[in-house]
């Protein structure tokens, strides 16, 4: 589909690869974007419309349904890492990675996919991550939600395709935002990521790659594990 003319609602778009969506929107020529964030007055983006949008809450999430009616295409970016380990880490933590990385999501999808039906199909656009196809010490409650999250992507794909929602599922490895900002290694720019995501809404594609990261990680999936991560951490620096 064409973005231009599109009506677009964006999750976590005060921020991050969530603003910079929201900036590209506006310069293809969206109609309409909807800046959903925890906090609608930390939107700074200009020709938006800014909404109050918790996605692990389910009444913000149908109010949200209920004033973007129009949504043609639905951007879920909103995402939180806690660097939590899943077997010593607080499950309240890892709990609330899954709700904010696979069930906000699935919630939202949920949501707004009859919305998208009715205005001829449109798509979605899941923000995963290359940790959704392998994990490190530290990251396995993040690891675990975004597999989820790809599952998500893959599943929705299958059952909408009969009403004609494209989805797309974006993985990458690190992005040049807040929340990699501690971490000194080379990370792709939230305007390119975005970018890639918004081309393949347009082009039909399914899953977008945005970094040679994900496309190393990508390829090794076929290996056995043994070797997969020996070769990844071999990459990370891990002994």
């Known amino acids: 589909m064409k973005l231009e003319g599109a009506v677009v609602l964006v999750t976590g778009a005060n921020r991050g690869i969530g603003a910079e969506f929201a900036k590209q929107l506006k310069t293809r020529g969206a109609a309409k974007i909807y800046a959903a964030a925890r906090d609608a007055s930390a939107v700074e983006a200009d020709g938006v419309e800014p909404i109050e949008l918790d996605i692990t809450n389910a009444g ?13 295409v639905l951007i879920n970016n909103a995402g939180i890492s806690t660097g939590t380990a899943l077997l010593s880490g607080d499950m309240a933590d890892i709990r609330r990675e899954m709700d904010t990385n696979f069930y906000g999501p699935l919630q939202m999808t949920r949501a707004f996919a009859p919305i998208l039906g009715a205005n001829g199909g449109g798509a979605i656009l899941n923000v995963v991550s ?60 939230p305007a390119d990521l975005a970018n890639a995501g918004l081309d393949a809404i347009e082009s039909g594609a399914q899953e977008v790659l945005g970094d040679d990261w994900a496309e190393f990680v990508k390829a090794g999936l076929p290996l056995d594990p043994k070797e997969r991560y020996r070769q990844i951490f071999s990459a990370l620096g891990i002994s």
């Open 60 to 72: 913000h999430i149908e109010a949200a349904a209920r004033a973007a009616g129009d949504v043609q």
């Open 130 to 189: 290359a940790l959704s196809w392998f994990t490190a010490p530290g990251a396995g409650a993040y690891a675990a939600s975004k597999a989820a999250a790809w599952m998500l992507t893959d599943s929705t794909r299958l059952e909408l395709s009969s009403q004609g929602t494209h989805v797309v599922g974006v993985h990458m490895g690190l992005v040049d935002t807040d929340m990699a900002k501690g971490v000194d290694a080379v990370k792709v720019a």
